[in-house]
């Protein structure tokens, strides 16, 4: 989002989201933004023009606050241990906030409504996998594990990690062990493999 938002329409950007997480874009009326927001209804189409200008500017300005988070937990040292990144992504995930998730939610249900857009869950999953895939270039050219494409570890890891934790934390399908241990699970398949040697 190139725009900064002034006080009123962060407020009215946030009474959106409220009402998006809540029940979605067709209860998102303008009239249920503007008393959600604690302003009057013209106020929304003056700062927005109208409804879709206001929920494309709702979804960014929450994205990109979600996308700096994300930046921050998939940041890595170069001393940095490949079981330490991996573990703490995986617990850092698991702590974003329920506005947050509620980000990655909107954005997965988006899917279904805006095919052949850049999507929000593009944008979340290319700050991912390019942080993680510049980190395992750097575990590589350190000799710390075998030479392989950098770019698909990335997206099996992404898929172990973040998608575990969507499933978990925002479709409540929980594993039936504890954080610490499903975490030194993920890590044991990662280095081990599932086959019998």
């Known amino acids: 989002m190139d725009r900064k938002l ?3 329409e962060e407020k009215i950007v946030i009474a959106t ?3 998006l997480q809540k029940e ?4 998102a009326t303008t009239k249920r933004i503007a008393k959600e927001a604690g302003v009057n209804e013209v106020t929304i189409f003056r700062k927005f023009e109208n409804k879709s200008n206001l929920i494309n500017v709702t979804k960014d300005y929450h994205m990109n606050i979600l996308i700096e988070r994300l930046r921050e937990i998939f940041d890595y040292s170069e001393d940095e241990e490949i079981e330490d990144y991996l573990t703490n992504n995986f617990r850092k995930m698991l702590e974003l906030s329920d506005n947050d998730l509620s980000v990655i939610k909107i954005a997965m249900e988006e899917v279904r409504d805006i095919p052949g857009k850049k999507l929000l869950i593009s944008n979340i999953t290319d ?3 390019d942080q993680m895939e510049a980190f395992f ?3 590589i050219e350190k000799g710390n594990i075998r030479e392989l494409d950098a770019r ?3 997206i099996m890891c992404f898929s172990l990690t973040f998608q575990s934790v969507v499933l978990w934390k925002v479709y409540n399908k929980k594993p039936s062990v504890e954080n610490k241990q499903y975490a030194e699970n993920i890590m044991d398949i990662l280095k081990n493999g599932i086959l019998k040697n």
Do not use: P, W
């Open 17 to 19: 989201f409220n009402i």
């Open 137 to 139: 270039k750097l575990q």
């Open 6 to 8: 002034d006080n009123t």
């Open 127 to 129: 700050v991912i996998l």
């Open 24 to 27: 979605g874009v067709t209860k």
């Open 152 to 154: 698909s570890l990335s």
